[in-house]
């Protein structure tokens, strides 16, 4: 079957990250450029990709690496293998959106508002739940390890690596006092979702406001053990990050505050 518009030219896409966020391997480093590539929208639904053949005499790369890079954007759902014709791109309703590294090229390439507005209406069905919950099932090591995260998140803030990993550190913990596995399966994606709008909101949109007491008004409720009080906390530190980023509007808070109703 013949495909409606020619091979694109993928030899000429050049890398999109800084090299210390590249990937240094040539299969994962093609992945990286190629995934770049399609979630930016520059190369779209149904465009076919160029043939093993023809990317390693363009690339000087073997045909192994090209085969490697496809079969990983194949598993995250970016493009579609097909016996004896092109690899396509699919559409983006296939993708696996919160895959760890589909999630990064999506931020690396400048994610657009409605997929910002997704993450934060993920995070408030979930998370706030997720609180409630782990405020009566957290043991007092837990609550130990978080005490412990924001003080090093205060220490050193969302502006350095330090403060954010604490922020992750913090999230993670709540997701694991749950003790559910079925919501444990989510919670790396999910800290990689908050660690990346964090970035969002500090680095590409210079928010400064100071996180802490709503980090602090969680934690407060972790150790009284009032989980509507943990829940109703996380909602208003949600719908506070999400202001941060600068395309929150008031229907978003008041479709907050219905969930928890």
Request: glycine share 8%; net charge negative.
């Amino acid at each position: 079957m013949r495909d409606d518009h020619p091979p694109v030219d993928t030899c000429s896409l050049q890398p999109t990250a800084p090299v210390s966020d590249r990937p240094t391997g040539i299969g994962s480093g093609i992945a990286h450029d190629l995934g770049v590539a399609i979630v930016s929208g520059r190369l779209p639904p149904g465009t076919p990709l160029l043939s093993e053949e023809r990317f390693s005499a363009e690339n000087n790369v073997s045909r192994g690496a090209y085969r490697e890079a496809l079969r990983v954007l194949a598993a995250k759902g970016l493009v579609q293998n097909r016996v004896k014709s092109s690899t396509l791109v699919t559409e983006r309703s296939r993708w696996s959106m919160l895959d760890l590294d589909v999630l990064g090229w999506m931020f690396e390439s400048g994610p657009d508002t409605a997929f910002i507005r997704g993450i934060f209406e993920l995070r408030s069905i979930v998370e706030p739940s997720a609180a409630a919950l782990a405020a009566v099932r957290r043991t007092s090591r837990q609550l130990a390890q978080m005490g412990h995260a924001l003080e090093e998140m205060g220490r050193y803030g969302l502006l350095s690596t330090r403060g954010r990993a604490a922020d992750k550190a913090f999230h993670l913990l709540i997701l694991e006092a749950t003790r559910n596995e079925p919501l444990l399966t989510l919670s790396t994606s999910i800290a990689a979702a908050i660690e990346w709008t964090t970035r969002f909101a500090r680095d590409e949109r210079k928010q400064t406001r100071d996180p802490m007491p709503d980090h602090q008004a969680v934690y407060g409720a972790f150790v009284s053990g009032d989980g509507a009080a943990a829940a109703a906390a996380m909602a208003t530190l949600i719908d506070n990050a999400f202001a941060d980023t600068g395309i929150y509007d008031p229907e978003d808070q008041a479709a907050s505050s219905r969930r928890l109703t």
